[in-house]
């Protein structure tokens, strides 16, 4: 059971991302059918926003900035001031990304572009640590470094989807037309 604690904490952008499925497929399976592309994106990108870019941006904020120290050894760092301003760069991401669960569609897309260029900024730095460095790490060449490609992927299909699709009208809106 520690293992695995310990898997899901430590590949907690892997974590968060199944946790939003989860949750979009829970609002899925309540929600009134039938289920129109509509419903299934803004289920998809909601608990998107929620858990991968909210709750995920939070965990790394305390860890970079209450936990640095092991923070830093599990990416294969030296511990840094720098750790900070990740953490704090990351907080203010992650209440974009909650305010987006609900928000429009220009809050979204703000929440979606801001991380996808940290993330891939992150990620080609994962890249150049492994070359120049050999720093193979977890936290530098594990789950981590393929999340920060997936994570911006995932967001800019979900965008490009509820650009495509709409949102979903609302109940009261629905029935009167």
Do not use: C, K
């Amino acid at each position: 059971m520690e293992d695995i604690i310990r898997f899901l904490l430590s590949n907690f952008t892997l974590t968060f991302l199944v946790l939003g499925l989860l949750a979009a497929g829970a609002a899925l399976l309540r929600a009134p059918g039938p289920l129109r592309p509509p419903v299934v994106v803004e289920a998809l990108f909601a608990y998107f926003l929620l858990f991968s870019i909210g709750g995920s941006f939070l965990y790394n904020f305390v860890m970079h900035t209450f936990f640095g120290e092991t923070a830093a050894r599990f990416i294969g760092w030296e511990t840094s001031p720098f750790q900070a301003e990740v953490g704090f760069a990351s907080l203010g991401f992650a209440l974009v990304g909650l305010l987006a669960f609900r928000g429009d569609s220009g809050l979204r897309l703000a929440a979606v572009v801001g991380p996808a260029a940290f993330l891939l900024g992150a990620a080609a730095g994962h890249v150049h640590q492994m070359i120049t460095a050999r720093n193979f790490a977890p936290g530098n060449a594990g789950v981590i470094f393929y999340t920060d490609i997936l994570i911006p992927l995932v967001g800019l299909a979900l965008l490009r989807l509820q650009h495509r699709h709409g949102r979903p009208r609302p109940r009261a809106a629905m029935a009167a037309a």
